[in-house]
């Protein structure tokens, strides 16, 4: 009994300590990989100067999505696979380290919390940079342009032309949790009937259905909605009510890290490689 006593305190003692140096002993649920214990530290508990070191070395990157936001980022069900524009993106970007891509879950409520925890290293699947954001995490420069606008009943696409016309306790809105969507809804349609789903993949559909009379989201998710289901029109695109981008997301602090992702994005435009995934995900 005591040599098991000992052992536990040398194994609790060891936790407290890998805890105290921001080392994650949980195992994070990556898509395609055992589900043996991870570790991910400060740049691999201090063995290299950078997380992109870490990374090279590792062999593998760890790319936080949602799964839940077309066209950037769908976990097809029936493949168990992501797709979308920045899973193709990340696979790029994967490629130019020369190491292999796994996914791992994350939600928008989470997402920031689970990139300081070092569940993963790079957040992507169409996050929007904004200030909030940047305070906390680095946020890349950005790689489309967007704007907060309604998806709609295409035999209301008369009827909602405005902020007004949507700010009313007879419309009811739908909105998934933790994003930059739900804080619009909060900020600007106080007087609207709000309700809070948490599948972002289940409100387009009950727009179409009636249960919801608009769905604040952005442009290009709007579009996509609009073009696979002829029951819902994306409306305002051309003047949403905000103008956006979106970006990658990495922990801050980490130059190195941080000046290859800039560098990564800049080859991606110069070489047309974002406008080949533009034209595969979003036309």
Known sequence: MKKNWKNLVVVGALSISLLGAGIATAAPDVQGTPAEQ?????????????KLDAIMAR????VGMTGDYKPFSYLNPQTNE???????AMKEFGKSLGVEVRFVPTTWSNMMNDLLANKFDIAAGGVTRNTDRQKKAYLSQGYIQFGKAPLIR?????KYKTLDDINKPTVRVGVNPGGTNETFVRAYLKNANVTVVQNNLDIPHMVADGTFDVMITDTVEALTYAKADPRLYAALTDNPFTRNQ????????????????????????LQGKFDQLYKKWLE
């Open 59 to 62: 062999g593998y990157i760890l």
């Open 82 to 88: 992501y797709e979308g524009y920045d899973v193709d």
């Open 38 to 50: 991870v570790l991910i530290d400060k740049y691999e508990s201090k063995k290299f100067e950078s």
């Open 246 to 269: 979106k970006g990658y997301m990495i922990q801050r602090g980490d130059f190195i890290y941080s000046s290859y992702l800039e560098l990564w994005m800049d080859e991606m435009k």
């Open 154 to 158: 295409a035999e209301d696409k008369d």
